[in-house]
């Protein structure tokens, strides 16, 4: 079976710095999506990066952007230029190819940035 | 485009009443539907896996008898806690895939329900 680990609970960055939140996952899978999302204080789940395995140039978004090691089955989320809009709970989670697929999530990682 | 309306974002319900909470795919149909709880400062936890026009999936250690799920059409599925209790309060989300595996899962906001 599948599984997600985030080993970080809580993580927190000065305004404007940079922060690494950290994920691995372990699959008998070739092929899959790998998922970064974001949960704010509303509590709505928001998409913040995808990557899919096979492609092996690491997504970006922005300030956002993943460094992805398929070997070493780690998906770490680079966030840079923190800002106060960006303290939530993060989110990582997998997801086989099959497209009804149930999304499998780790623990999730506090972000508090620091003003 | 791919937005999950959830309703109620909030309810308060007294002990041994029903709940009904609606998910609704507005622009996109929903072939699959997820229904997770959520607990404070912990992960979504999957209850349930529906799809439309047949029975729903659920994991191991919850209830059907409780919590019924309703998935009639390819916009609309529904939740439903039944005699409920104040262990049941909580936060559930439902979500739907949609484009596609590589699109993700696009959430509903949630449904903070109190049982007192």
């Known amino acids: 079976a599948q599984t997600v680990t985030q080993s970080q609970p809580e993580m927190s960055v000065q305004e404007a710095e940079t922060v690494t939140l950290s994920c691995t996952y372990d699959t008998s899978e070739s092929d899959y999506y790998l998922f970064w999302y974001k949960q704010p204080p509303s509590r709505q789940m928001i998409l913040v990066i995808r990557?899919?395995?096979?492609k092996q140039q690491n997504a970006t978004e922005n300030r956002f952007s993943v460094n992805f090691q398929k070997a070493a089955k780690s998906f770490s989320l680079k966030i840079s230029d923190s800002q106060l809009g960006d303290a939530a709970m993060y989110f990582c989670a997998y997801r086989q190819m099959d497209s009804n697929y149930q999304l499998i999530w780790g623990a999730g990682t506090k972000l508090i940035i620091k003003p | 485009g791919a937005v999950v309306s959830q309703h109620p974002s909030w309810v308060i319900c007294k002990s041994g009443t029903s709940v009904k909470i609606e998910c609704r795919s507005l622009d996109f149909q929903a072939t699959t539907m997820f229904w997770y709880r959520q607990f404070p400062k912990q992960s979504l936890m999957l209850m349930a896996t529906?799809?439309?026009?047949?029975?729903?999936?659920?994991e191991q250690g919850v209830e059907k008898d409780k919590f019924l799920i309703n998935h009639a059409s390819l916009t609309l599925s529904t939740l439903t806690v039944t005699s409920a209790h104040p262990e049941d309060s909580s936060f559930y989300i439902c979500s739907a895939s949609w484009g596609g595996a590589g699109n993700g899962y696009t959430f509903g906001s949630g449904t903070r329900l109190t049982v007192v």
């Open positions: 990557q899919e395995a096979y």
């Open positions: 529906s799809n439309e026009g047949s029975k729903a999936t659920y």
